[in-house]
């Protein structure tokens, strides 16, 4: 037996994988699979998947990835309800997805507010190089490949992730990969189903909001706008670094009140779906409306402060008559806290009392993260 097929076996997650029903089924050739070949494809899969969280050092994440988070300011909402729920049960967590960061910011608010960090889903583009080592071996985060149609790998993935809840808190990312057009994208419900597939009394969905003034990786992002491939993550790490150079910004985590999973019927694919769009219906509310995404949803190739600080107090009395979760009050405001990131940024030019705008793409997609809460679009367009 290979060191592989060893090393997976000794896992007691994967041995409780290999006992579930529906891998067992599998495993039988239930879609005509020989069963040897279909034992190994899932043993490779739950190789793949083996992740380790080493609690006792989560905090040291701080230090080797100081260059970055020392750039970030993070700030926790709502952390009192998500102590309460993981007091009684096993939380899934269910995030938009906006930038890598998220997956330092997170859940170190998490841990900062003294709450036990989650095993997280992270693309597997992620676990290569030394960043890979660290989401392997310390945060505990599971690789994914998405858009995957393999039935080995959906079932194997599924029944990992219900055995680990059994263990372990989940946070996910229901969107799938981060939004290149800055709008906050319809959910995936794999990871929904899998989770309600772990039965696990008292279990909740937590929605979870998180929000940039700037977002690192924003003009990599914008300048593609629809994911067309996966790039390697270290051509992506040596493009964020570039961007990096004077960057600073909030994370702002803001976390809903909890869904019990039990209302939920994981066998109705109708259920699920409702879930997943409640959820993603809760976060576009809880996503902080920062002053850079106000002053990006009201710019014009050129316009006067005066005309951007009224535009400014219309959007804002359309989030709030919405229900948003505001982070600014008023036109003034936004354009106070707003403008000078921006300008700094490159995205904007400010000309005395005139504004213009520099990289049209990219303050696109700081105007489209309220996109959800705006309509028409079309009063809207540039």
Same mark, same amino acid.
């Given at each position: &037996?290979?060191?592989?097929?060893?090393?997976?076996?000794?896992?007691?997650?994967?041995?409780?994988?290999?006992?579930?029903?529906?891998?067992? !089924?599998?495993?039988?050739?239930?879609?005509?699979?020989?069963?040897?070949?279909?034992?190994?494809? $899932?043993?490779?899969?739950?190789?793949?998947?083996r992740?380790?969280?080493?609690?006792? $050092?989560?905090?040291?994440?701080?230090?080797?990835?100081?260059?970055i988070?020392?750039?970030?300011?993070?700030?926790?909402?709502?952390?009192?309800?998500?102590?309460?729920?993981?007091?009684?049960?096993?939380?899934?967590?269910?995030?938009?997805?906006?930038?890598?960061?998220?997956?330092?910011?997170?859940?170190?608010?998490?841990?900062?507010?003294?709450?036990r960090?989650?095993?997280?889903?992270?693309?597997?583009?992620?676990?290569?190089?030394?960043?890979?080592?660290?989401?392997?071996?310390?945060?505990?985060?599971?690789?994914?490949?998405?858009?995957?149609?393999?039935?080995?790998?959906?079932?194997?993935?599924?029944?990992?992730v219900?055995?680990?809840l059994?263990?372990?808190?989940?946070?996910?990312?229901?969107?799938?990969?981060?939004?290149?057009?800055?709008?906050?994208?319809?959910?995936?419900?794999?990871?929904?189903?899998?989770?309600?597939?772990?039965?696990?009394?008292?279990?909740?969905?937590v929605?979870?909001a998180?929000?940039?003034?700037?977002?690192?990786?924003?003009?990599?992002?914008?300048?593609?706008?629809i994911?067309?491939?996966?790039?390697?993550?270290s !051509?992506?790490?040596?493009e &964020?670094?570039?961007?990096?150079?004077?960057?600073?910004?909030?994370?702002?985590?803001?976390?809903?009140?909890? $869904?019990?999973?039990?209302?939920?019927?994981?066998g109705?694919?109708?259920?699920?779906?409702?879930?997943?769009?409640?959820? &993603?219906?809760q976060i576009?509310?809880?996503?902080?409306?920062?002053?850079?995404?106000?002053?990006?949803?009201?710019?014009?190739?050129?316009?006067?402060?005066?005309?951007?600080?009224?535009?400014?107090d219309a959007i804002?009395?359309?989030?709030?008559?919405w229900?948003?979760?505001?982070?600014?009050?008023?036109?003034?405001?936004?354009?106070?806290?707003?403008?000078?990131?921006?300008?700094?940024?490159?995205?904007?030019?400010?000309?005395?009392?005139?504004?213009?705008?520099?990289?049209r793409?990219?303050?696109?997609?700081?105007?489209?993260?309220?996109?959800?809460?705006?309509?028409?679009?079309?009063?809207?367009?540039?």
């Amino acid at each position: &037996m290979s060191a592989i097929v060893r090393s997976v076996l000794s896992d007691d997650i994967a041995q409780a994988v290999l006992s579930r029903e529906e891998v067992a !089924r599998y495993l039988l050739g239930a879609d005509g699979t020989p069963s040897d070949q279909a034992r190994e494809r $899932i043993e490779a899969y739950l190789d793949e998947l083996r992740t380790t969280q080493r609690y006792s $050092i989560y905090k040291a994440l701080k230090h080797p990835l100081y260059p970055i988070l020392r750039k970030i300011d993070r700030i926790g909402e709502h952390t009192a309800a998500v102590k309460d729920a993981a007091r009684s049960g096993r939380i899934v967590y269910a995030s938009n997805h906006r930038s890598h960061t998220d997956y330092l910011a997170e859940p170190l608010v998490l841990d900062e507010a003294g709450i036990r960090p989650p095993i997280i889903a992270a693309g597997i583009n992620l676990f290569g190089g030394p960043l890979g080592l660290l989401h392997r071996h310390v945060t505990g985060a599971i690789p994914i490949r998405r858009n995957v149609r393999d039935p080995a790998y959906l079932i194997t993935l599924k029944a990992y992730v219900a055995e680990l809840l059994r263990r372990h808190d989940f946070f996910f990312y229901p969107e799938g990969g981060r939004s290149y057009s800055g709008e906050l994208k319809s959910p995936k419900t794999g990871l929904f189903h899998a989770a309600l597939q772990a039965e696990q009394p008292g279990m909740v969905f937590v929605p979870t909001a998180v929000a940039y003034d700037l977002v690192l990786e924003d003009f990599v992002l914008a300048r593609q706008r629809i994911k067309r491939s996966q790039r390697p993550f270290s !051509r992506e790490l040596a493009e &964020m670094v570039r961007y990096a150079v004077g960057y600073r910004s909030r994370a702002i985590v803001t976390f809903g009140t909890p $869904i019990p999973a039990d209302s939920v019927d994981a066998g109705s694919r109708r259920a699920v779906l409702d879930l997943a769009h409640a959820v &993603m219906a809760q976060i576009g509310r809880l996503q902080k409306v920062v002053p850079t995404a106000v002053v990006a949803a009201g710019m014009r190739p050129s316009i006067t402060r005066g005309d951007l600080r009224s535009r400014a107090d219309a959007i804002i009395e359309t989030l709030a008559a919405w229900g948003a979760n505001l982070g600014v009050q008023s036109g003034r405001d936004a354009l106070d806290a707003g403008i000078e990131p921006l300008a700094l940024r490159g995205i904007i030019v400010v000309d005395g009392d005139r504004l213009r705008v520099r990289d049209r793409n990219v303050l696109r997609y700081y105007a489209r993260s309220l996109d959800h809460a705006l309509a028409p679009r079309s009063s809207r367009t540039h």
